[in-house]
């Protein structure tokens, strides 16, 4: 089982920053990537970006330039630098740890924190 807390979320202005945050605990030594996903009430949720354990990120097209993720690995930390924020960002943001040990394969997620941003 692994647990995720995420923090920093909240209301900013068009073309301001937030910083998410997500502490995972349990069975962390079976992650071997974290991600950041976002959902609009009524949409899917989307890959907003991720990060493997050795440090490779990957990012969805319309965050890349804007967006950091970046991982603490010894903390068991994820966070998610977000800049020059558009109102089309606003969604809930979910932190993602994607765990495998053996054949298994499973993914678990944070509650899910709010971004909104006023044009």
């Known amino acids: 089982q692994v647990q995720l807390v995420e923090s920093g979320g909240g209301l900013v202005q068009a073309g301001g920053s937030l910083r998410l945050s997500c502490a995972a605990s349990?069975?962390?030594?079976?992650?071997?990537?974290m991600a950041w996903y976002r959902q609009v009430r009524g949409k899917q949720r989307e890959l907003v970006a991720s990060?493997?354990?050795?440090?490779?990120?990957t990012y969805a097209d319309a965050v890349k330039g804007r967006f950091t993720i970046s991982r603490d690995n010894a903390k068991n930390t994820v966070s998610l630098q977000m800049n020059s924020l558009k109102p089309e960002d606003t969604a809930v943001y979910y932190c993602?740890?994607?765990?495998?040990?053996?054949?298994?394969?499973?993914?678990?997620w944070g509650q899910g924190t709010q971004v909104t941003v006023a044009s």
């Open positions: 349990g069975s962390t030594s079976r992650i071997n990537a």
């Open positions: 990060i493997r354990r050795g440090g490779t990120t």
């Open positions: 993602n740890a994607h765990t495998a040990w053996g054949v298994n394969e499973y993914d678990y």
